[in-house]
Every structure is written in structure tokens, then in C-alpha cells.
């Protein structure tokens, strides 16, 4: 039986892989769903530091402490639930030309802004991840996933490696750009070389893109006839 491809102009496929994207990164480990994971364990971690800690301090003021590592953590917990119920329900306006272009950081403030933020690093991993199994993306997420469909599509029409200045579309947003190559790469779509000078469509990634019937490959209908 012969490979039907449906009829698509360029735009609507883009729209499709970028579709089929989002929805991969909602129960994918190296996606939403890992950093949903990933959070809940920081947190865990960070709730028994800090019980124990706060064990310690209090065994050695008093005698007899009112609270044990179970409170202090079922303390950590609450709080922390509250923390990411109302950052959870908050609204997504996290503005995309902020998120590529952050301001420049105070010389000499990175450290310590680095280790003020690990108290954090477990409660906005849970958030950013549910968010993204909900659906939710802040804008610079859509803009990494965007930019992932227009270079699948490219990979898409040729079986070998293509250079990367290739796929390259002026004026390009490097950043977004190497995201969206990380993401295709963790979750399979892609192959990268080790100099990292050329990419090309999975044979994985290739066959997510058949099996949707999302646009005729080079070689697939040969396969498939």
C-alpha cells in the first residue's frame, strides 16, 4: 500500500510539529514531566536539609525542643506548597525579549546570587514543569519550540547531516536556537556531530514525523510503497 501524505501548505505543517512537540514535552523525562520530577526531589532534599538543620540548632538552645525534624519539615512542606500553589495560579508573563536578553548581571554578584537562589531551584522546577504538562509555556519556551518545528522541517528534507550554518535563519536568536537544539537532541529527534558542526533528523525523529503523516520524507515512500 503506497504512503499517503495529506496535502499541507508550509505553515500548517510547521504548526503540526510544533503541535507534536508540545505534546512530547508534557510526559517526556527530558521534558515537562523530568523537570516536574527533578523538582519534587530538590524539594524533598531541601525540606530534610533543612529539618535537620533546624533539629540541630534547636537541640542545642533547648533542653527540651518543642518541635522535632518531622515538624520542621512538615513546615518546610507547607510552605513550600503554598509557594507553588500561588506561583502555579499566577499568570504566565514572563516576557520573551527579557528571557533572551536578561539584563546584565553586578560584577561580582553571580555567586552569590547563584547560591541565594538554591533554596528556589526545587519549587521552580515544579512549577515550570507542571505548567508544562498543563500547557502553559512562558514565552520563551513557545519561542524554543517554535524554533525546534522550523529545524525539524529542515533536517527533515534531506537523509544526511547538514551543516549547521545551513540551518541557520538570519537574523538568527543564538540562544533560542541552541535551546531548541538541546531539546531535539534530549528527546531523540535529532543527531548532532561531536564538533557540533553538523545536525540531522533522527531516524527516531524521522519516524514521529511518518507515523503523523505529517510531510513526505526523502526516501519514505521507497520504504513504505
Known sequence: MPFEQPARDKTTRLNDVGTLLREEDKVSIAGSLGRFLRGLGICFVMGLSFAIVMTLLFDSLFENPWIGWKGWFLIYAFVTAGLLIWRERGPVTVDLEQARHPAPPIAGSSA????????????????????????????????????????????????????????????EDMVTFGLAVDWLDANQWIGQATEGGSLWLSTVGRKKLVDRKLMPLPGDFQQMG
Open 112 to 171: 552569590i546570587i547563584k547560591y541565594a537562589s538554591m533554596p528556589f531551584w526545587g519549587p521552580r522546577a515544579v512549577v515550570e514543569g507542571l505548567r508544562g504538562m498543563r500547557g502553559r509555556w512562558v514565552p520563551h519556551q513557545q519561542a524554543i519550540f517554535d524554533r525546534a518545528a522550523i529545524l525539524v522541517l529542515d533536517l527533515a528534507m534531506t537523509d544526511g547531516g547538514v551543516p549547521v550554518k545551513e540551518v541557520l535563519h538570519p537574523p
